[in-house]
């Protein structure tokens, strides 16, 4: 009964690779969000999507593609990847209008 | 743009001690969130307390509280009595509030705090 459940949790890939991450949320939630962690661990938002519509898209390189088939699903796909795209990725999922947002257990990306 | 500081990187303290950790923001909105969340070792992100700027009410979560000082734009986390699971990552974070949905989080640095048996 995982609330916000990622797929898969670690992901080794070569550069030039196209990789994608899934994510899925259970809580009847509207609004969905991918997180990027990196080395250093620091946290920063990537995108949202609300009730499939994007809704917020950061400075993130055109190579990071969301793609939300309904509400309950925000996959997350990246193509060439590079070195310093090696990071957690964290899926995030709330309800529109409300403050809490409940989050995945991360996608660790390493990139070699 | 919003941002959000937290000066100590770690911190380490005893078992039954207090302790608290430090945050600091920066905005030109008056309504908005503050909220503290823990990372363990797990990697899962765990609310741990939420404040709205409104309320002058420090927000208290059993052992977590808060010290909330808006015209500094302060927000501290205090934890008493600690316990070795409240080892982690502490992450201090702001949201505004958004008409339109989608509520963004801009997480602090992150304080790593160690508990000692």
């Known amino acids: 009964d995982t609330a916000v459940s990622q797929t898969p949790k670690y992901l080794v890939t070569q550069m030039g690779n196209d990789k994608s991450i899934k994510c899925e949320q259970n809580?009847?939630?509207?609004?969905m969000y991918w997180y990027k962690q990196d080395s250093k661990k620091f946290l920063k938002i990537m995108f949202s999507?609300?009730?499939?519509?994007?809704?917020i898209n950061e400075t993130v390189p055109n190579r990071f593609s969301p793609k939300s088939p309904d509400k309950a699903h925000l996959n997350l796909h990246i193509n060439s990847l590079e070195l310093g795209d090696s990071a957690v990725y964290f899926c995030?999922?709330?309800?529109?209008?409300?403050?809490?947002?409940?989050f995945g257990q991360g996608t660790r990306l390493t990139v070699v | 743009a919003q941002t959000v500081t937290q000066s100590q990187p770690e911190m380490s303290v005893q078992e039954a001690e207090t302790v608290t950790l430090s945050c600091t923001y920066d905005?030109?909105?008056?309504?908005?969130?503050l909220f503290w969340y823990k990372q363990p070792p797990s990697r899962q992100m765990i609310l741990v307390i939420r404040?709205?700027?409104?309320?002058?009410q420090n927000a208290t979560e059993n052992r977590f509280s808060v010290n909330f000082q808006k015209a500094a734009k302060s927000f501290s986390l205090k934890i008493s009595d600690s316990q070795l699971g409240d080892t982690a990552m502490y992450f201090c974070?702001?949201?505004?509030?958004?008409?339109?949905?989608?509520?963004?989080?801009?997480f602090g640095q992150g304080t790593r705090l160690t508990i000692n048996p």
């Open positions: 404040q709205e700027a409104y309320k002058q």
């Open positions: 974070a702001f949201m505004k509030h958004e008409t339109q949905g989608a509520q963004k989080l801009v």
């Open positions: 995030a999922s709330s309800l529109r209008d409300t403050t809490e947002a409940f």
């Open positions: 905005t030109s909105e008056s309504n908005y969130y």
């Open positions: 809580l009847g939630h509207d609004t």
């Open positions: 999507y609300n009730n499939k519509e994007l809704i």
